[in-house]
């Protein structure tokens, strides 16, 4: 019998991350032989475990906070989608070169667009945030052809800057006094951070409030959402599978489904 493949997930922390559950889970689909661990990293050892992985045998890491752009630096190669977005969530081993890329945007999409039956092409869109997470998600966003996109965060300079790197006439940016008019999906990229000075007007009759972020409960922002009559609320969780998902893909070269590890997930 082959050995196990040797996978992880760094970050700091990353004792809550459910990446193990779900990768598992993926390669039980197809008789995988699979080892994967939650590794907490020192803020200043990214780089020395990832090669410690790698030297003892390792085939990929998932990347979380607070290491994606360091990831990043690291890479030797990274696709189109991890340089738009200057991060990498998932990290494969060739030798000795690191190959780099980025899922966080497939992933949010075709949660979106297959789980959630959202209609993104022609879609009003507000992101609130303009740090790493909305950076992430903005290439694959662009690409369904919304209607306009909206970047509003608590420095509206960041913001501003962050919509004049992708040359897009349907993409703006400012404070959050700017987020005005109704949306028809309004994207929490903020991190724990509540969503204080954001008007209730912002929902569309038929919109959705999705917070990239993930707990075991509401997060704050869906609790806020709901409490001023968001039409449809929903979590990150959908997210986070469907960009293991495409990690998955990117090292096995098979796809697996996702809808039943969605709904194990929520009910775990």
Same mark, same amino acid.
Not at 120 to 131: E, H, K, P, S, T
Not at 224 to 235: F, S, V
């Given at each position: 019998?082959?050995?196990?493949? *040797?996978?992880?997930?760094?970050?700091?922390?990353v004792a809550?991350?459910?990446s193990?559950f779900?990768h598992?889970?993926?390669?039980?689909?197809?008789?995988?032989?699979?080892?994967?661990d939650a590794?907490?990293v020192?803020r200043?050892?990214f780089?020395s475990?990832l090669?410690?992985?790698?030297?003892?045998?390792?085939?990929?890491?998932?990347?979380?906070?607070?290491?994606?752009?360091?990831?990043f630096?690291?890479?030797?190669?990274?696709t189109?989608?991890?340089?738009?977005?200057?991060?990498?969530? #998932?990290?494969?081993f060739?030798?000795? *070169?690191?190959?780099?890329?980025? #899922?966080?945007?497939?992933?949010?999409?075709?949660d979106?667009?297959?789980?959630?039956?959202v209609?993104l092409?022609?879609?009003?869109?507000?992101i609130?945030?303009a740090?790493? %997470?909305?950076?992430?998600?903005?290439?694959?966003?662009?690409a369904? *052809?919304?209607?306009r996109?909206?970047?509003?965060?608590?420095?509206?300079a960041k913001?501003?800057a962050?919509?004049?790197?992708?040359s897009?006439?349907?993409?703006?940016?400012g404070g959050?006094?700017? %987020?005005?008019?109704a949306?028809?999906?309004?994207?929490?990229?903020a991190g724990?951070?509540g969503?204080s000075?954001?008007?209730p007007?912002?929902?569309?009759d038929?919109?959705?409030?999705y917070?990239?972020?993930?707990?075991?409960?509401?997060?704050?922002?869906? #609790?806020? %959402? *709901?409490?001023?009559?968001?039409?449809? #609320?929903a979590?990150?969780a959908?997210?986070?599978?469907e960009?293991?998902a495409?990690?998955?893909?990117?090292?096995?070269?098979?796809?697996?489904?996702?809808a039943?590890?969605?709904?194990e997930?929520?009910?775990?």
């Amino acid at each position: 019998m082959a050995a196990p493949q *040797k996978f992880a997930v760094m970050g700091n922390p990353v004792a809550h991350s459910k990446s193990p559950f779900i990768h598992r889970a993926f390669a039980a689909q197809f008789g995988i032989a699979l080892c994967y661990d939650a590794l907490l990293v020192g803020r200043d050892g990214f780089a020395s475990a990832l090669r410690a992985f790698a030297a003892d045998g390792g085939r990929g890491v998932n990347v979380t906070a607070p290491f994606k752009e360091e990831a990043f630096a690291l890479a030797d190669i990274c696709t189109e989608r991890a340089q738009m977005a200057r991060a990498v969530n #998932t990290v494969t081993f060739d030798g000795k *070169k690191i190959h780099g890329d980025n #899922t966080d945007g497939a992933g949010l999409v075709r949660d979106l667009r297959d789980n959630l039956g959202v209609t993104l092409r022609n879609a009003r869109v507000l992101i609130i945030g303009a740090g790493g %997470a909305a950076r992430g998600i903005l290439s694959p966003l662009l690409a369904q *052809k919304p209607a306009r996109i909206h970047i509003a965060n608590r420095t509206a300079a960041k913001a501003i800057a962050l919509a004049g790197e992708f040359s897009c006439a349907a993409l703006s940016g400012g404070g959050l006094e700017t %987020a005005r008019g109704a949306y028809d999906l309004i994207l929490h990229a903020a991190g724990p951070q509540g969503p204080s000075q954001l008007s209730p007007g912002i929902f569309a009759d038929s919109a959705l409030a999705y917070d990239l972020s993930y707990a075991d409960g509401d997060t704050s922002f869906v #609790t806020w %959402a *709901k409490q001023n009559h968001a039409p449809r #609320t929903a979590d990150g969780a959908g997210m986070l599978v469907e960009q293991a998902a495409e990690s998955f893909f990117v090292w096995h070269g098979r796809r697996p489904g996702t809808a039943a590890v969605v709904a194990e997930l929520r009910r775990a």
